[in-house]
């Protein structure tokens, strides 16, 4: 198909550049600088959808982000692109766009049933229809609701394109670079102000484009250009086009979405898709402009009926003419630009105003072209199915009730103007709380909420005159608050047709006889009718009228419905406008894709990822990783075929046998330093510090003040101000607030200092009965001897020149020795044990077998410590002081504390010695108890004890200190299974601790 | 996104601090015999007010220091911010 609506040298495409695309899979030509609904529109094509409810024809109603129908789906670079509306997204060359919300074809649409059957859709028929019976949910009304309805496909792959955030803190940030945003960025910036201006177009100057104004002797698309240049320039602008600002947030915050390569058939190299700009701004100018409001009539939403300002721009930045026997349908004096722009491009428009003698430059102008003017006229209803083909008109009487000599013109399209509604979306987020203005009809910003000031037409201010010196006052002032250069620039004379009141009439009267759909919400598909029957059923709140029509509810946010909604509504109450009030502005102003908000922290970005000094080692020793927090640690080094069991088992046994090495380097350390640190950690942990010697360690439980265990380790005393605390790998973040919190504003009279070291140490547990024997060889200068380095002892020694720290503690319950050196020096270290070990069969183990050796050994962590406990309950009440107070010690007093038959930790072992028991699974007492079964508590760990090669498992039960012995059941409905098990002592493995001394 | 003014690093954003409740919570001092119901309000209850709220915030991204924050709970503004140690005006 040609170009047949194209206009010879009109519009600012580049005809230097043709492109090709498809729509619907056939094949269009467009310009460079199109965009699909001008391609599209130049092709003659207006069918491009179907509507959501009634699936009713869909063409183009606006040029920008107020389009409600031309929502599309895009195939761009094997990429599926679902919510694109036609007239943002830009042709490029290949681009393969197709219609939404349609089945089979957009031309034959099943769906379109609904239109004949709208009796049965009226307002809340999903919450009437859909209620009953509860079964049909799933089976009848969603599958069929999910067929016929939504706009467009997600895709359900992996997205390979790249999103960026970004920061950015500027003086003065200003949305939007229509004639006000121009104006006052000029001002603000030679003032001195770092400026960011946002457009959210490819093109600068926003009505400057379409309208036929003079500013200081330059027509407004030079002047736009001259200043868009000078900003350019300046190192203090910065100046983004096809950036959307669609949030205002809290302190000043907006966030901006800029399309950086959707024009584009590729993302080039090194640049993202598209950056979410997160801009702390001292102040904020709201330039964002206003969009021209619909007339409501009879099938107002033909194909070919749109906006009279949309239709004007397709012809002034375009060259596309959006019909070639134009009907303008108007109320104010808009709709005559746009008759006049029609015939100079040599189409005869009619004009439809519904005053009865208006006068002014502009209408004198229409009037001088010889453009046919119908005074106290309206459109009646469009007529045509797919596309306006005619209109039905009429005189309306003076007091807009009734209709006179209805007659049928014939017409292709047909432009409405309904007046102009500021876009005080920005404002609104901000907390700004907006009022009504009579004279326009409509909500502008009242005062600000935060640094934020709205100007132009954005204001309800129409008039370029006014708005080109308001915005160069504002943007002088806002900017000398905080450069105060006090560098004033001069404003430009402004030369522009006088225009006159607009009619607040906006909604024709139905004929006699007539049901015509009068339309306000194109999206939704919400009419007239659904509004007052919403009314009638006792709807009041424009909030609950909003929800229960979906008014306004669409992915346009209502930018053309809502004040025409709201005229209805105080139409029918006898109220006005500010009397209803109007409904709540959300960001976004305009959907943002979900990877724009995601940006960079996918996948393994989404969270940083730790690793130890020696992860090369484990890697190149087959260890299979398991994330420990953010830290990644070997789960157990695979030899052969083994899997996880028999890999752990192995090393497990192997420690109990000979000699292990685990990475311990994740664990949380922290030094505590200063003259009162002894007394702090007698305040931390519940058992008594005060008296450990320099050189010792001990083990230590802290608390929450709740009386809820919140970590255990072991601390060191270095020297004597001095002591290194390890915490859990999970809770070292936690602990160090905790203890920053106690220092900093609890106790600040204590003179001691925290901080973490934990990246400042890598550590190997050696574990076994042969670890002694490889310390002396690891350390030939120390005595390692049991009286030299008891346990518990800690030694300062040299490990082949590299500086080392002993601790002899022990997690594994086997003798064992915990060596700490410099990060940089811990590969070193874990290469050297290794070879040194050899001779005594060392093999490295990982967390697995960690786990095993510590649940046969009966030592709690995580799952026994899992915020729900109190030191008892973990059977740890040996290490709370009766003697002095602590963090926590007065909530263990409170009764239920205090109760005899409390939870405790317990050992299990299943009565067949086979059986492993499901971590998780409920101990009770009869299995066949009726459900749900009372249950005394819950297996927190299991293993399969290499000591004794059966299953065994820790849980916590009811009274657990009198159950020992008993036979009970675990029961794991999760895994059907029920296990009879014997309750022993948590303390399987050398219960009288021989190990650890020896 | 608020923008907090911490006292020892200036204005810095919400992502480098981590809440901490009522700043107006005193502990009760060490080895005081007090009842269960003195223990449990400050253990438990707090208010939760509609307004000013003196509240507590770690600059944990940052200095690591526990600032004081007066904030309208409904508007988010903040009236002032204090070292923890400062007095309240
Ligand atoms: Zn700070």
Known sequence: MSQDFRLDNVGMVNREKKISFKFNGKKYFGFEGDTIASALIANGVHLVGRSFKYHRPRGFFGVGVDEPYAILQLDRNNERDPNIRATEQEIFEGLEVKSVNCWPSVNFDIGAINNFLKMFFPAGFYYKTFMWPPSFWYKIYEPFIRMAAGFGEASIKHDKERYEHKYEYCDLLITGSGPSGLASAYAAAKNGARVILAEDKPRFGGSLLTSDVN???????????????????????????????????????????????????????????????????????????????????????????????????????????????????????????????????????????????????????????????????????????????SADIAKISDDKKELFNIENIECDCICVSGFWTPSIHLASQSGNKSKFNEKIDAFVPDKSKQQENTIGSANGIFTLEETIKDAFDKGFDVSNKITEKNNKVSVPTVVEKKSTDHDKFWCVPLPKGKSYKRFLDFQNDVAVSDIELALREGFRSIEHVKRYTTLGMATDQGKTSNLNGLQLVSDIENKVVPQVGHTTFRPPYTPVSIGAIVGREVGK????????????????????????????????????????????????????????????????????KGPDAAEFLNRVYTNAWLKLPVGKARYGVMLREDGIVMDDGTTTRISENHYHMTTTTAQA????????????????????????????????AIAGPNSRKLLMKLFPNLDVSNEGLPFMGYKEADLFGVPAKIYR?????????????????????????MEVGKEFQIQPYGTEALSTLRIEMGHVAGSELDGRTIPYDASLEGLVSKKKDFIGKRSLNRSAFTSTDREKLVGVVPIDKTTSIPEGSYIVKDPKAKLPNPKLGHVSASCWSVEYDNPFSLAIIKDGKNMIGQKLFAMSPLKNKTIPVEIVSSHYVDPEGKRVRS | MLYINCPHCGLRSQNEFAYGGDATVK??????????????????????????????????????????VERDTSTHEIFKTYKANEAIE
């Open chain 1, 809 to 833: 503690i022990s997690f594994s319950g086997e003798l064992a020795y915990e060596i700490n050196v410099e990060s940089d020096n811990g590969y070193f270290m874990w290469e050297k044990i």
């Open chain 1, 733 to 764: 973040a936690n602990v160090l607030s905790h203890l920053e919190y106690y220092l900093q504003l609890v106790w600040p009279e204590l003179n001691v200092n925290v901080v973490s070291t934990t990246e400042q140490w890598a550590g190997a």
């Open chain 1, 605 to 672: 970005h989404s969270k940083p990822t730790r690793k130890s000094p020696m992860h090369s080692w484990h890697e190149k020793n087959n260890a299979v990783f398991v994330h420990a927090g953010v830290w990644l640690r070997p789960r157990y080094y695979k030899q052969g075929n083994e899997g996880l069991f028999e890999a752990s088992k192995r090393e497990a046994k192997n420690v109990r046998q000979n000699v292990g090495v685990c990475d311990v380097t994740t664990l949380g350390k922290i030094d505590v």
């Open chain 1, 215 to 389: 500013i200081g002797n330059q027509t407004g698309v030079e002047w736009t250009e001259k200043i868009i240049a000078e900003l350019k320039s300046m190192p203090n602008v910065t100046v983004k086009n096809r950036s959307q600002v669609f949030g205002y947030y809290d302190h000043n915050m907006l966030v901006m979405s800029e399309r950086i390569s959707d024009h584009l058939p590729k993302t080039q190299k090194y640049l993202p898709k598209q950056r979410l700009w997160y801009i702390r701004a001292n102040e904020v100018l709201i330039s964002s402009g206003s969009i021209e409001r619909p007339l409501v009539f009879g099938n107002n939403d033909t194909p070919g009926v749109m906006l009279s300002s949309a239709a004007k721009e397709y012809m002034k930045v375009y060259g596309v003419l959006v019909g070639k026997k134009p009907l303008i349908f108007t109320n104010n004096d808009s709709g005559y630009e746009t008759a006049i722009e029609f015939k100079k491009n040599g189409v005869n428009p009619i004009i439809l105003d519904t005053r009865s003698d208006p006068s002014s430059d502009i209408i004198a102008e229409a009037k001088n072209l010889n453009i046919e003017i119908k005074f106290s006229h309206v459109v009646v209803a469009a007529k045509g199915y797919k596309k306006v083909k």
């Open chain 2, 27 to 68: 502990r009760p001092e060490l080895n005081k015999e007090i009842s269960d119901q003195e223990w449990d309000n400050f253990v438990y209850l707090r208010k939760s007010p509609r307004g000013k709220h003196l509240e507590l915030w770690h600059h944990i991204s940052g200095c690591r220091q526990w600032i004081k």
